[in-house]
């Protein structure tokens, strides 16, 4: 069996070292998620494919559809009563989400579609206000695509320039490269917190204090983290902090950008419309403050609603014990898939979240999906919007199964037997 070192200590036993998987009541979590009652062509579901959208447990869809029959009214300025109610909801969820990620105040918090519409609004506001021509913007070799294309966007609109730090084969960023990468012209560094193929876990503290250090500023892409790992801002240190609510039990169509507010302050607004503004005449506009600035037009209100439910869920769970049931499901999975007749696991760094990425002999991984679709297995296969973490790794796509706090090992043993499916197939 090939031995691969998954975790990083203090992920595989929480913060106590008390807390362990088996105080995960993961049968009663699953009984949250009304989906997993489903049948896949006549099999019963197995749901592994959280990194691409997580499910809704019932409290989610309960909270937005409580939303849309009783309280719906458009926020802001309203006199009248759900007008009122409505605006509450929303800015309890906002209140919420900063509680979250441990944000100091409210007006850090910006209701976005989703993470690339966050990782967007910075480079088009800090970024294009901040760089200019010979300036740069560091990110990693693993980075989802909506943490490289709106960089070399904000590079061909300022001249600036876009370093790419590398990792080494297990999928681990090579802090010393790094940190050599960052020179007197850096002006942001980019990275992702968890990546979504290799489900590497990147020391942000460490990367934020290295930044600092020479007078960069640091956005972190919490797309992946956001769903399993505890999130303080101030701990960190960063100056901006994307996630999407799908990616962690809430809907679709709602995000955030967190901003350090001495930043947002200093910031031009996104988008102009309604709401942004605290006046408006024909010869001069002024702005709103944030979040207010950047939040143009009526916004997503049932999912900025939904989103602070799924914040709600994950703060009912307890997270120590999330933490490890999820490593715990991880590991068996990483050491499941490690046995199977020529699989090839990528991406085993030391600390890792949530992801397994695999390819199989010659097998091409649609292949693999196809055939584990009609065990009723869902899992994702193709390059996963990192053709150029693809590129480094010299594979064109993976197969990936990735893990939620419904996740089980159960789960992992159907995903072997599907993938002894598939070998039988392919032999
Ligand atoms: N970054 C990472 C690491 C992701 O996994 C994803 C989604 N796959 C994104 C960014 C983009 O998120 P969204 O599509 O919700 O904006």
Request: aromatic fraction near 6%.
């Amino acid at each position: 069996m090939t031995t691969v070192q998954t975790t990083a200590p203090a992920l595989v036993h929480g913060r106590s070292g008390r807390i362990g998987a088996t105080d995960f009541d993961v049968e009663r979590v699953r009984r949250d998620f009304p989906i997993l009652r489903e049948k896949v062509h006549g099999k019963p579901l197995v749901y592994l494919d959280s990194a691409a959208t997580s499910q809704k447990p019932q409290a989610v869809i309960d909270a937005m559809s409580r939303f849309l029959l009783k309280e719906n009214a458009n926020v802001h300025r309203g006199v009248h009563y759900l007008a009122e109610r409505a605006t509450d909801a929303y800015e309890g969820a906002r209140s919420k989400v900063q509680r979250f990620l441990n944000a100091e105040h409210a007006e850090e918090i910006i209701f976005v579609r989703g993470t690339t519409e966050a990782i967007n609004l910075v480079a088009q506001t800090y970024g294009k206000t901040h760089l200019g021509d010979g300036d740069e913007v560091l990110i990693t070799e693993m980075e989802h695509h909506s943490n490289i294309v709106p960089w070399q966007m904000l590079c061909e609109q300022t001249g600036a320039r876009l370093r790419v730090a590398p990792i080494n084969d297990t999928g681990e960023l090579l802090l010393e490269e790094f940190e050599k990468l960052i020179g007197p012209r850096t002006r942001l560094v980019a990275v992702t917190h968890v990546s979504n193929v290799l489900g590497t876990v990147n020391p942000i503290r460490r990367i934020v204090e290295m930044a600092h250090a020479r007078g960069a500023r640091v956005l972190v892409d919490g797309a992946q983290a956001a769903p399993h790992l505890d999130i303080d801002v101030q701990a960190l240190g960063c100056d901006f902090y994307a996630f999407s609510g799908h990616k962690m039990y809430g809907p679709t169509g709602i995000g955030v950008l967190y901003g350090r507010s001495e930043l947002l302050d200093a910031m031009p607004p996104y988008q102009g419309g309604g709401d942004m503004i605290l006046s408006v005449s024909f010869e001069k506009t002024i702005y709103n403050k944030s979040p207010a600035k950047f939040e143009a037009g009526t916004p997503n209100m049932a999912g900025a609603v939904g989103l602070g439910a799924a914040v709600d869920f994950l703060g009912s769970l307890n997270r120590e014990a999330l933490v490890a049931h999820e490593q715990d499901v991880l590991d068996y999975g990483i050491r499941a898939l490690a046995e199977v007749p020529g699989l090839r696991l990528i991406g085993t760094a030391r600390g890792k979240a949530s992801v397994i990425s695999f390819v199989l002999d010659d097998v091409h991984p649609h292949d693999i999906g196809t055939i584990l679709d009609r065990e009723g297995i869902a899992i994702r296969t193709g390059h996963h919007c990192a053709q150029p973490l693809m590129s480094r790794l010299g594979v064109v796509a993976t197969a990936r199964a990735s893990l939620a706090c419904h996740s089980t090992r159960r789960d992992i043993d159907a995903l072997v037997s599907g993938l002894g499916k598939v070998r039988e197939i392919f032999r």
